[in-house]
């Protein structure tokens, strides 16, 4: 609702429910985040010719890996006390909420690690591939965000503000804070990042051509885009009031420093000319037939 020329947000966040059970709108999009991915892997093997267990795999390795990575990730990054107090919370108050997109980020690398070992890929060709879908499945949660009414920006006088109602109960409409929509700011700019990555691959091939060079781009283009903004959201945990760089930012910079790295590695050197018999695809559409020696380089 529009209301003085900002929105009011009264967005319920809870999809529906039966009796004490709640399906709400963030795990909602958590689930089509991580179906997009698999329909998305999917494509990528149809193009470059790979067997259909291999996009089967991924997205068991790459589903798996993201949600235990990014549950863990916020127990551990933004609430170790209480969690290491007691582990088994966890997983019996994962429905209270708290999930780390760095931490998914770092369980995702482990999976793709696994993935790329078990089905005979090099380890790049998984992590280029995966930016594409984790950038439109950013932009995605980040709407979850929004519906959960968290993860919200600081006071501002911009005409496209928010108020945030549920997180100001009982207060008047006139009363409450216009703050900055930052879960949109950055569902836009992962979806900017998810364009380019995609014309980088469709029509660009840069995925054979250049190795890495998606894989830094996405890095760039999720975790900077988290540095920059992460300056005008309200802290999310009390221990990062004070600080000049709060825990989101600190956990980018490895990201922002790699992704740098992996757009200078894979400029410097030459392109590749992949064929029709492009090794590593070879390598990967045949795996279920008798391992022989090869010389194939691998990243």
Same mark, same amino acid.
């Given at each position: 609702?529009?209301?003085?020329?900002?929105?009011?947000?009264?967005?319920?966040?809870?999809?529906?429910?039966?009796?004490?059970?709640?399906?709400?709108?963030?795990?909602?999009?958590?689930?089509?985040?991580?179906?997009?991915?698999?329909?998305?892997?999917?494509?990528?093997?149809?193009?470059?010719?790979?067997?259909?267990?291999?996009?089967?795999?991924?997205?068991?390795?790459?589903?798996?890996?993201?949600? !235990?990575?990014?549950?863990?990730?916020?127990?551990?990054?933004?609430?170790?006390?209480?969690?290491?107090?007691?582990?088994?919370?966890?997983?019996?108050?994962?429905?209270?909420?708290?999930?780390?997109?760095?931490?998914?980020?770092?369980?995702?690398?482990?999976?793709?690690?696994? +993935?790329?070992?078990?089905?005979?890929?090099?380890?790049?060709?998984?992590?280029?591939?995966?930016?594409?879908?984790?950038?439109?499945?950013?932009?995605?949660?980040?709407?979850?965000?929004?519906?959960?009414?968290? !993860?919200?920006?600081?006071?501002?006088?911009?005409?496209?503000?928010?108020?945030?109602?549920?997180?100001?109960?009982?207060?008047?409409?006139?009363?409450?804070?216009?703050?900055?929509?930052?879960?949109?700011?950055?569902?836009?700019?992962?979806?900017?990042? +998810?364009?380019?990555?995609?014309?980088?691959?469709?029509?660009?091939?840069?995925?054979?051509?250049?190795?890495?060079?998606?894989?830094?781009?996405?890095?760039?283009? !999720?975790?900077?885009?988290?540095?920059?903004?992460? +300056?005008?959201?309200?802290?999310?945990?009390?221990?990062?009031?004070?600080?000049?760089?709060?825990?989101?930012?600190?956990?980018?910079?490895?990201?922002?420093?790699?992704?740098?790295?992996?757009?200078?590695?894979?400029?410097?050197?030459?392109?590749?000319?992949?064929?029709?018999?492009?090794?590593?695809?070879?390598?990967?559409?045949?795996?279920?037939?008798?391992?022989?020696?090869?010389?194939?380089?691998?990243?």
């Amino acid at each position: 609702m529009i209301h003085e020329l900002v929105v009011v947000w009264d967005f319920n966040p809870v999809f529906f429910s039966i009796g004490s059970f709640e399906v709400r709108y963030y795990g909602l999009m958590w689930a089509v985040a991580l179906l997009l991915g698999g329909w998305m892997f999917n494509t990528f093997c149809k193009k470059e010719g790979l067997r259909q267990e291999i996009a089967d795999s991924i997205f068991i390795y790459g589903t798996l890996a993201t949600v !235990i990575g990014a549950r863990v990730g916020h127990c551990l990054f933004y609430e170790p006390a209480y969690y290491l107090a007691q582990p088994w919370a966890i997983i019996t108050e994962i429905r209270n909420g708290g999930m780390a997109s760095h931490g998914a980020a770092v369980g995702l690398l482990i999976g793709l690690w696994l +993935f790329s070992r078990k089905n005979k890929l090099p380890y790049i060709w998984s992590l280029d591939r995966v930016m594409i879908p984790v950038a439109i499945g950013g932009a995605i949660v980040r709407l979850g965000n929004l519906f959960n009414s968290e !993860i919200v920006g600081c006071a501002t006088d911009v005409s496209w503000g928010f108020k945030f109602l549920r997180l100001y109960p009982g207060l008047p409409v006139a009363d409450v804070p216009v703050q900055h929509p930052t879960q949109l700011y950055e569902a836009v700019c992962y979806i900017i990042t +998810f364009v380019i990555l995609a014309y980088m691959y469709y029509a660009k091939d840069w995925g054979r051509k250049r190795p890495g060079l998606l894989f830094g781009v996405g890095l760039e283009g !999720i975790f900077l885009t988290r540095f920059l903004i992460e +300056f005008i959201k309200v802290e999310q945990e009390e221990f990062e009031k004070g600080m000049l760089l709060d825990m989101g930012q600190i956990l980018s910079i490895p990201f922002i420093l790699l992704g740098f790295y992996m757009i200078y590695r894979a400029f410097s050197r030459p392109e590749q000319m992949p064929t029709a018999a492009d090794s590593r695809t070879a390598s990967a559409a045949s795996a279920d037939k008798p391992r022989k020696k090869k010389t194939t380089k691998k990243w």
